[in-house]
């Protein structure tokens, strides 16, 4: 799962202009002229041009002595005005013959005329925003008929070299840099305009993309110095332009351009890495900002196209690499944007992007990076740089980590102003980070004692939450059930809900909706349950809520259980990631002829009444301890609620070195535990966990039912444990005394009755003797 894109207050280059004015543009005059006086000296520079009076190219000049200001041009009258038409008929002319003709060159006149131009264009087109009225920038981008013969130009580059190569044409390059400038600046942030509003314009994103993947792009790329301290004009072209025309489309078919780009950029980039990482310590700013634009293709590609192009060991080692890099670092405290800042901000966007998949977030997770994430939060002046770095944090951060950081008020405060901002955006998005994004970073973090103290330090009206709640469906709406329900563990929240009542009118809907026959939507009741039995819980003192909402007394819970065997042997309690390895387990005890309950097919699914009814009905829960089941409210549910029935536990340690904290360390810090990653599976299916052995310093006639288990399980006794069942001290005295007296009668007794009961076991020679000589130690004891 992707979010966002790099996208960031980029530091920008001034564009050189030919005309002589007295402060180097045309719009920055203080005093400007109404329309009609706008409109009459724009008619008089067309007089001016068609009677020769003036020549074309020095409009310019004249619309700076009357101090023009551009935002009087974004009228209909004027954008459409017969200087603005002259100027596109003027332009399609003089890219014809640049574009067409073998041999003949622009003269100095039309080179002045085509950079004029050019830059005019540009400047309008900058001007745009979402207070522009549609029809303006409609008109103004899709009347203009150079668009078919740019494309041309874009292509003869890619597949020659045109106008490129050679050192003479350089400064028309640079022209027609300005004038693709033009379309670039046609998106706003908010989305309100859009170059898909005009699909004349899309095959130019065509044609560029395909530049970017010529062979000059890499050439170009792999000549530039590492000690350049400005771009040449073709290189600001290829390296900074192009990209970044293809990085600002952020339209409906963004994912069919960034595709195009994705499978040879993936591979170049590593090659530029590898070039230019050797010289990191020296880095100027056109390296930088060339090798920013391939991230950010790279980025952009993962967000739109759900790939996580990131994924490439070697890519993550070599970005980490740069975050390390205090040089680089050290522009992070400046408020002014830098381009070591922007492509800091591109790599974490990157990062980020990755956190949500599984796979690559274990890569993240195997190096020693927590450090680097720190540091960059503590000295970033960007916000959003800090909390895609939050974003990354949360998702690899443990307990003992959460808990050693002194920021976890700053933590909570970015997000809770992020999620306040986002959802007062139409976009549903701050400053780049959407709203989905800042919910499941989160949906993590809350699980940390640290952070969950913040929140209700910040926001223990759930004021904030609960907009969300009223006014998201989906995914969003999803992740901030799952926060809210995380929060109600603790009494205050729980006590803040039952308080609100709109809240919990909405909440009761959420829990019944009929679309919870969707994952989505069985996810959402499945949460908004979860909520109401834990308020439910604190209401009546810990009692348990059924389908009815009706609470489920003690009395009752304890004719269900009491005075006969329990339904299940065992229950299974996980979380989905962890079902392959859970269900395994589940199979293996079914077949060897236990009763289990499980679910099995939809693991967010399950109503309340029917989680309570498995662990009041199971003799063992079992609990499949991962990261997974500690962040997930359904398990902690599950976890506590066994706790509370005082359900005998077993953890199963799945993972690699998992060591359990927060709520599920308390729930088993005194617990026994099967680590299924230490050894295979049928090993570790087989032997239990090694007892505290205090069964040996009490007499055998004395023994519970479990010191009998205990002392069968360490002596690896384990075809007994299923014929001893239910046996204590005394009774497991008695066999052993009948064994001892009668051993080959006994043997073959409960040989047969081991075959009988357990179809998959039988007991042997060894172990039976075994069971004899520890049984006659003990007795030694006694």
Same mark, same amino acid.
């Given at each position: 799962?992707?979010?966002? $894109? ?235 332009? $192009? ?80 975050? $390390?890099?205090?040089?680089? $670092? ?453």
């Amino acid at each position: 799962m992707g979010f966002g $894109c790099s996208k960031i207050d980029q530091p920008t280059n001034s564009i050189q202009r030919l005309s002589i004015t007295s402060n180097g543009s045309i719009f920055s005059a203080a005093s400007h002229t109404t329309h009609a006086t706008t409109k009459n000296i724009m008619d008089n520079i067309v007089h001016d041009i068609d009677t020769e009076q003036l020549k074309l190219n020095a409009f310019y000049i004249r619309l700076t002595e009357n101090k023009i200001k551009i935002k009087q041009l974004l009228e209909p009258v004027l954008i459409n005005h017969e200087l603005i038409v002259l100027l596109k008929k003027r332009l399609v002319s003089i890219l014809e013959k640049w574009n067409l003709s073998p041999t003949e060159q622009l003269d100095q006149t039309e080179k002045l005329t085509f950079r004029n131009i050019a830059i005019f264009f540009s400047e309008i087109a900058e001007r745009f925003n979402s207070d522009t009225p549609p029809t303006i920038y409609r008109t103004f981008l899709s009347s203009m008929p150079c668009i078919s013969i740019m494309q041309q130009c874009l292509d003869n580059m890619a597949a020659d070299g045109k106008h490129m190569t050679d050192p003479h044409d350089q400064y028309n390059l640079e022209s027609f840099s300005y004038l693709l400038n033009t379309f670039r600046s046609f998106d706003t942030s908010s989305g309100d305009h859009s170059i898909d509003e005009i699909p004349s314009i899309f095959p130019l994103l065509i044609s560029v993309s395909d530049l970017i993947r010529s062979k000059y792009y890499k050439q170009t790329f792999l000549n530039l110095s590492h000690d350049a301290n400005e771009f040449t004009i073709l290189e600001r072209f290829l390296l900074e332009r $192009c990209p970044g025309f293809v990085n600002a489309y952020k339209g409906k078919r963004s994912s069919e351009i960034h595709n195009r780009l994705l499978e040879q950029l993936f591979d170049q980039s590593v090659e530029f890495l590898e070039y230019f990482l050797p010289n990191v310590q020296t880095w100027t700013s056109p390296v930088i900002l060339a090798l920013t634009h391939v991230i950010d293709i790279m980025v952009n590609a993962s967000s739109s196209a759900q790939t996580h192009i990131f994924q490439h060991p070697k890519i993550i080692e070599y970005v980490l690499i740069i975050l $390390c890099n205090q040089r680089l $670092c050290s522009k992070l405290p400046s408020k002014q944007m830098t381009p070591e800042t922007w492509l800091i901000n591109s790599i974490l966007t990157g990062l980020h992007n990755m956190i949500y998949d599984s796979k690559l977030l274990a890569i993240i997770q195997q190096k020693t990076v927590t450090s680097i994430f720190l540091n960059i939060t503590s000295i970033s002046s960007y916000d959003r740089i800090r909390i895609h770095a939050y974003l990354i944090l949360a998702g690899i951060l443990n307990e003992a980590e959460i808990k050693q950081l002194n920021n976890a008020k700053e933590i909570t405060t970015v997000f809770l102003i992020y999620l306040t901002k986002a959802m007062q955006s139409p976009d549903r998005m701050f400053r780049g980070v959407p709203l989905i994004a800042i919910l499941c970073g989160l949906k993590t973090l809350v699980q940390h004692d640290e952070i969950k103290s913040e929140m209700l330090a910040q926001n223990g009206n759930l004021e904030t939450l609960s907009t969300v709640i009223f006014k998201s469906n989906g995914q969003e709406l999803a992740h901030a059930l799952s926060i809210l329900w995380t929060l109600s563990f603790e009494k205050n929240v729980a006590l803040a809900i039952i308080k609100n009542d709109k809240l919990i009118s909405r909440i009761q809907i959420l829990a019944t909706e009929t679309t919870s026959n969707t994952q989505i939507g069985s996810t959402i009741s499945s949460a908004a349950q979860g909520i109401l039995w834990q308020i439910q819980g604190e209401k009546e003192n810990g009692k348990v809520v059924n389908e009815s909402d009706e609470p489920v007394s003690s009395s009752n819970k304890d004719r269900k259980t009491s005075g006969k065997t329990k339904k299940y042997d065992l229950m299974i309690s996980y979380a989905h990631d962890d079902k392959e390895l859970c269900h395994r387990i589940a199979d293996q005890l079914i077949r060897d002829g236990f009763s289990v309950w499980i679910d099995k097919n939809n693991m967010t699914g399950s109503t309340p009444a029917a989680i309570a009814d498995g662990i009041e009905n199971s003799e063992i829960v079992l609990l499949g301890m991962t990261y997974s089941y500690k962040i997930s409210p359904w398990c902690q549910r599950e976890g506590n609620y066994a706790f509370q029935r005082q359900t005998k536990i077993i953890p199963l340690k799945l993972p690699p070195a998992y060591s359990p904290d927060g709520w599920l360390g308390l729930l088993v810090s005194n617990l026994n535990y099967i680590n299924f990653s230490k050894f295979d599976f049928s090993a570790e299916y087989v032997y239990p966990p090694q007892s505290n052995g205090l069964y040996a310093t009490i007499p055998i006639q004395n023994w519970s039912q479990q010191h009998v288990i205990d002392f069968m399980n360490d002596k690896k006794l384990y075809p007994l444990i299923l014929l001893c069942k239910g046996m204590d001290g005394a009774a497991l005295y008695q066999l052993y005394t009948f064994c001892n007296d009668n051993p080959t009668v006994s043997f073959d007794s409960l040989q047969k009755k081991l075959e009988k009961k357990f179809n998959n076991y039988d007991l042997s020679p060894i172990e039976y003797t075994i069971f004899i000589s520890e049984m006659k130690k003990l007795t030694i004891l006694v």
